[in-house]
């Protein structure tokens, strides 16, 4: 039986779905942080489960050729980044398994994940950055904690949001504008939202636990200073005691509060609460995947459900005869109705507002029988509600775009109770040194001699 604080030998089999080295000591799974594939280690353990522990290198005696130095110094202090300490190409073997392990495990599917489509780029990626702000610092939670670390600079995040967070930083403390309290409830500055775009441009948001923000003109002015690009300074007030970021009121303090990019050749708006994904460049290969998993040939009636601002379903729609696209947040389905028409494909697309489950269910009745559904869901993946009523619809294929691999799985094998089996999966790393992986999966409809559906064409 292992013991807390008892050291092991330990030779590191694979990886966690958090980036954990792991192993197996004395019949038990241990997952150790920061240790890599192929490695010998004495390792201690910190904490023993049930059916698992968790344990940190003591003495690395076998070092893997792809481990390197981390090239960051707030990492292993901020819990954005998991996989600084390794090379690139073993980070997407790591993820790639992970994917095709979560689909034999949890969905039963047992098909290869042949294709892990890689970042060109693994710095400075992100186009949106959401700093948690608690006793005077501005910066990112510690893993696993909501301790907020101070930090000065992220190699995820665009050089202009760094000299944003300095301006903001500088604002607070020289008018002693008070932080958030999440124990108590009290204080002011909840979070900094930024988000960018390809043009440099950048758009502020400061969530704050009130209805107002002092000195607001001299934040303004300290941001206008600090980023050039500046496009809009926006209040969000939320006053609940909750841990969600954004509040349902927005108010425009300067400029416009929204940015506008192009993604897959259309120019998409973006509001501060709208959904997007934040590497640009790999979400152009993401939707690509899912356009020739679609296979359209022009003629189809195409259903997305969690369509967001319509980036996938107008990716679609030159190749469809319509596409029908479903979300929840007003602003998004706004934005979307508004990414159509500006893009010239209002004609081909409309978008409804509401719950994903109560909408699929309601075009059901009306007789709506898509030839493809395209769900991309958040991560906690779709309700059995949204999964039954895709499959009463009948569609030829379901493409289903995840950011979980385990939530994909579980619907998949749903999915497959229903009579959709998975013809296919690929992985696309949306987020380069962060433990989180995108996948593009296929689901063929079976027909009643066990053949798949016109999907076949595609695989």
């Not at 594939?37 to 792809?66: D, F, Y």
């Not at 700093?131 to 050089?159: K, M």
């Not at 998975?422 to 296929?442: K, N, Q, S, Y």
Request: glycine share 10%.
């Amino acid at each position: 039986m292992l013991k807390e604080g008892g050291t092991y030998s330990a030779v590191i089999e694979g990886y966690a779905s958090g980036g954990e080295g792991v192993a197996r000591i004395e019949g038990m799974a241990v997952f150790v942080k920061g240790a890599l594939r192929g490695e010998r280690a004495r390792v201690r353990v910190e904490h023993v489960g049930h059916s698992a522990a968790w344990a940190r290198v003591e003495t690395l005696l076998e070092p893997s050729p792809a481990r390197i130095k981390p090239d960051c110094p707030y990492y292993g202090a901020c819990g954005g980044c998991q996989f600084r300490h390794m090379a690139y190409p073993e980070e997407l073997e790591a993820k790639r398994r992970r994917v095709e392990d979560a689909l034999r495990r949890i969905g039963g599917a047992d098909i290869p994940v042949s294709v892990i489509h890689g970042a060109e780029n693994t710095l400075r990626y992100r186009n949106k950055v959401q700093f948690p702000v608690a006793e005077g610092a501005v910066g990112y939670y510690r893993e696993r904690t909501h301790r907020v670390v101070d930090i000065g600079d992220c190699l995820l995040q665009p050089e202009a949001d760094t000299l944003c967070r300095a301006a903001f930083k500088g604002w607070m403390e020289r008018f002693r504008v008070p932080s958030y309290d999440e124990k108590t409830g009290r204080g002011l500055i909840r979070h900094l939202f930024l988000r960018t775009n390809s043009r440099g441009e950048v758009l502020c948001c400061v969530a704050v636990n009130g209805r107002s923000l002092p000195h607001g003109e001299e934040l303004v002015e300290s941001l206008r200073a600090a980023a050039p690009g500046l496009a809009g300074v926006v209040l969000s007030v939320n006053t609940r005691r909750t841990n969600v970021i954004l509040g349902d009121e927005f108010r425009t303090l300067w400029g416009r509060d929204w940015l506008e990019e192009t993604l897959c050749g259309h120019t998409f708006r973006l509001s501060t609460p709208s959904f997007f994904q934040v590497n640009r460049a790999q979400t152009e290969v993401l939707y690509r995947r899912a356009l020739d998993f679609a296979a359209l040939t022009g003629s189809e009636t195409v259903v997305e459900l969690y369509c967001g601002i319509g980036t996938i379903s107008l990716a679609l729609a030159p190749r469809a005869g319509r596409v029908i696209g479903v979300e929840a947040v007003p602003q998004a389905v706004d934005d979307a109705r508004e990414n159509a028409r500006r893009n010239g494909l209002d004609h081909k697309v409309r978008f409804h507002c509401g719950d994903a489950g109560e909408l699929a269910a309601r075009l059901e009745r009306e007789g709506v029988r898509p030839d493809v559904v395209v769900v991309d869901p958040p991560r906690k993946g779709l309700a059995p509600e949204v999964v039954e009523t895709a499959a009463r619809m009948g569609p030829d294929r379901v493409v289903y775009v995840s950011c979980d691999p385990a939530t994909l799985a579980r619907d998949i094998k749903r999915f497959s109770a229903l009579g959709y089996a998975l013809a296919r999966a690929e992985a696309v790393d949306l987020f380069p040194r962060t433990a989180h992986v995108e996948t593009v999966a296929l689901l063929s409809h079976i027909q009643p001699d066990g053949a798949a559906g016109r999907a076949k064409a595609c695989t």
